[in-house]
């Protein structure tokens, strides 16, 4: 029998190059889409935060109290009702949120998206 000296074990330098090069243009091409998915994801989620925020502030206005942020006010004085979210929000993405009330009427509610946001 005859041993084959010459057989080839292993990948060579010239086709791993390739690989790698590959893998580098899919990275390329698949980074700046996730990072724009996260952030398009984020900013839906402050959304649907507010969102439910907005929905129990016109539950409240409909029986005719209006919304706080501070759970004390709500308890010392009857006209006020706490709406759940303080100003310092428990969400990783609403960094603050504030209630404007004018001439005893309810204005608006703001709230600022920061936080742990992602930023790009």
Do not use: C, W
Request: aromatic share 8%; net charge negative; hydrophobic share 40%.
């Amino acid at each position: 029998m005859k041993n084959n000296l010459n057989a080839q074990q292993g990948f060579t330098l010239m086709e791993l190059m390739i690989v790698v090069a590959i893998i580098g243009t899919l990275a390329a091409i698949a980074l700046p889409m996730y990072q724009d998915y996260i952030a398009k994801a984020q900013v839906n989620r402050v959304h649907y935060e507010i969102n439910a925020a907005r929905t129990i502030i016109d539950s409240i206005l409909a029986d005719g109290r209006l919304p706080t942020l501070d759970p004390q006010e709500a308890d010392s004085d009857d006209s006020f009702e706490y709406i759940g979210m303080t100003e310092d929000p428990q969400s990783n993405l609403v960094y603050i949120a504030h209630i404007d009330i004018k001439e005893g009427r309810f204005n608006k509610l703001t709230a600022e998206f920061g936080k742990d946001s992602y930023t790009h």
